[in-house]
């Protein structure tokens, strides 16, 4: 099994930095910072689509064709913590070494949005206050790290949930 979660939450972790290194530059190189939330989370559910295929792997090449849905769980949830572990080290590297006016460019930019969007001065004035609170607990590396982890943890365990339902097999199908 560490031999199949090493080399697809490698790959995932891979793929999660390209993305991550690419919105940063984009970041910085355009003044506009256009996000697009949908295709973020489509490219992170199209890179976690790996733990599918390494659940699969480990069952059929490695276990005999059969998995039970714990075995299942278990190393989609390593190749999970592989690579949302390779994610948050490279954004915190990121954010540290070479972006630490990262919230310096991005909240003005939220805030921007949020009054495109047609936020009142209230809403506004609130916006405000949560992104001054969160630039302030962001001066805290457990935060960023917690906060990180946060962003892409989830949506692989749940990936992870929905694959070891479906692949979980207790008895070879003999036809």
Same mark, same amino acid.
Not at 58 to 69: A, S, V
Not at 86 to 92: I, R, S, T
Not at 109 to 130: C, T
């Given at each position: 099994?560490?031999?199949?979660?090493?080399?697809?939450?490698?790959?995932? $972790?891979?793929?999660?930095?390209?993305?991550?290194?690419?919105?940063?530059?984009?970041?910085?190189?355009?003044?506009?910072?256009?996000?697009?939330?949908?295709?973020?989370?489509?490219?992170?559910?199209?890179?976690?689509?790996?733990?599918?295929? $390494?659940?699969?792997?480990?069952?059929?090449?490695?276990?005999?064709?059969?998995?039970?849905?714990?075995?299942?769980?278990?190393? $989609?949830?390593?190749?999970?913590?592989?690579?949302?572990?390779?994610?948050?080290?490279?954004?915190? /590297?990121?954010?540290?070494?070479?972006?630490?006016?990262?919230?310096?460019?991005?909240?003005?930019?939220?805030?921007?949005?949020?009054?495109?969007?047609?936020?009142?001065?209230?809403?506004?004035?609130?916006?405000?206050?949560?992104?001054?609170?969160?630039?302030?607990?962001?001066?805290?590396?457990?935060?960023?790290?917690?906060?990180?982890?946060?962003?892409?943890?989830?949506?692989?365990?749940?990936?992870?949930?929905?694959?070891?339902?479906?692949?979980?097999?207790?008895? /070879?199908?003999?036809?």
């Amino acid at each position: 099994m560490k031999r199949t979660v090493w080399i697809f939450g490698s790959i995932i $972790g891979i793929i999660f930095i390209t993305f991550l290194l690419y919105s940063t530059t984009e970041c910085y190189t355009n003044p506009e910072m256009k996000s697009n939330d949908v295709v973020g989370y489509a490219g992170m559910i199209a890179a976690f689509s790996f733990i599918f295929v $390494g659940i699969k792997n480990y069952r059929d090449k490695y276990n005999g064709g059969l998995i039970t849905f714990g075995q299942a769980f278990k190393t $989609g949830l390593y190749i999970t913590l592989i690579a949302s572990t390779m994610y948050v080290v490279v954004w915190l /590297v990121e954010y540290y070494v070479f972006i630490p006016d990262f919230l310096d460019k991005f909240i003005p930019h939220v805030m921007k949005e949020a009054s495109q969007d047609g936020a009142s001065s209230v809403e506004l004035a609130e916006k405000q206050r949560e992104m001054d609170e969160f630039k302030e607990m962001y001066k805290n590396p457990l935060f960023v790290v917690l906060v990180t982890y946060a962003e892409i943890f989830p949506l692989g365990l749940v990936i992870t949930l929905i694959s070891a339902l479906i692949l979980k097999r207790r008895e /070879v199908s003999t036809t």
